[in-house]
């Protein structure tokens, strides 16, 4: 069973894409919109906007908003820098993400990019702090992907990986995979892929156990796959299963403690197989009380 990414939305109109951004602007009552407020209320991504018109400043341009925050271009190095200082007061810290400064900052967070090469090298040359990911193992970083896609119940917006949902920043997975999207195409492959480590590497051989009483023989069952079900084997029977419990129905994104499980329909012990088949989804509550009966 294999599963697939929702269709991105790079064949939406122009002027689709142009009223979804007015109509998001509207609800915030705003005449500005910046790109991490659109990431959270619109429907497509700021990538596809900014690709479509060349740059977000052209499509606040193209849809009648205001763009004067964005349009950075005539402000010297020196203003900018110090609007980082300012806002570095402001929240009281030495270093700054680029969400923070979104909120409290005069200008928009991307044009430090654009300036300095890099939001580190900005926070650099402003005196500030500069935080950086530790080298991160990528499937560790698609581990976190798959615990965050649990807890909400859906595919995650590059805006939901923030703490405490996401153990690593959004930014992780576009410096690795080149952008959002990419990284959720790799780890969709990733979790496809034929993987054989549930299969039982060798059979050992095993003698029949017999019962002294009656001098008879038991059956000696051998499960031709591990009882362990790793974690993409588990996600693809959670994503099956709409991230909800199959007997009592509650979910995570409903619900922060809920905990989910994955566990065998006909049980291990007595000859059920580790395949996607044979397992479901339960609230750790259900599958305690499955076991209790079993």
């Given amino acids: 069973m294999k599963f697939e990414l929702k269709p991105d939305n790079r064949n939406a109109s122009n002027d689709e894409l142009l009223n979804d951004l007015k109509k998001v602007a509207e609800n915030l009552n705003t005449t500005y919109l910046g790109k991490i407020d659109y990431q959270k209320h619109g429907r497509f991504s700021y990538h596809t906007i900014s690709r479509r018109f060349g740059s977000w400043l052209n499509a606040l341009k ?120 990419k990284a959720l195409e790799a780890f969709v492959a990733y979790v496809n892929e034929n993987d054989d480590s549930t299969l039982v590497e060798e059979e050992k051989t095993q003698s029949p156990q017999v019962n002294e009483e009656n001098n008879s023989t038991a059956e000696i069952i051998k499960n031709k796959t591990t009882r362990n079900i790793n974690w993409r084997l588990r996600f693809i029977v959670m ?38 088949e044979n397992l479901e989804t339960l609230c750790s509550v259900c599958n305690l009380g499955k076991s209790d009966l079993e």
């Fill in 239 to 276: 994503k099956r299963d709409n991230f909800k419990c199959k007997k009592c129905g509650r979910s995570p994104s409903t619900d922060q403690t809920v905990i989910l499980h994955i566990d065998h329909m006909k049980p291990y012990s007595k000859g059920g197989e580790t395949v996607i």
């Fill in 62 to 181: 193209l849809a009648k908003l205001d763009n004067s925050k964005d349009d950075y271009r005539s402000i010297s190095d020196d203003e900018l820098l110090n609007d980082l200082k300012k806002v570095s007061a402001i929240i009281n810290k030495n270093s700054i993400t680029k969400l923070e400064y979104e909120k409290h900052g005069r200008y928009s967070p991307y044009g430090f990019n654009k300036r300095f090469g890099s939001w580190f090298n900005a926070l650099e040359k402003a005196g500030l702090e500069k935080t950086r990911e530790l080298k991160i193992d990528t499937e560790d970083l698609f581990k976190n992907l798959e615990e965050v896609w649990v807890k909400l119940g859906r595919q995650p917006y590059i805006t939901d990986m923030v703490k405490p949902l996401s153990k690593y920043s959004k930014d992780a997975y576009p410096r690795r995979f080149g952008s959002w999207r």
